[in-house]
């Protein structure tokens, strides 16, 4: 449909990147669940991640990595 409008605009749509947090989350979960059928002992450090992601990470915050807060 077209709109008249005067002068420059800015993009009519928004041109969002990136992963939100439910699918990283997700992802995760199945990484884990693989590696746990291969009965590999990785799962765990896994857990640690889908644990900070759910209870302690703020996307309104840069992510930045901190040993302390995955349990290594």
Known sequence: MFKPTRGPQ???FS???GISQ???I???????DALERRGSESALEIELLIDYFK???DDSKPLVFDSRKIGL
């Open 10 to 12: 800015r993009a009519a």
């Open 26 to 32: 997700k992802f995760l979960e199945s990484y884990r």
């Open 22 to 24: 439910f699918q990283l």
């Open 55 to 57: 209870n302690d990470y």
């Open 15 to 17: 041109a969002k990147s």
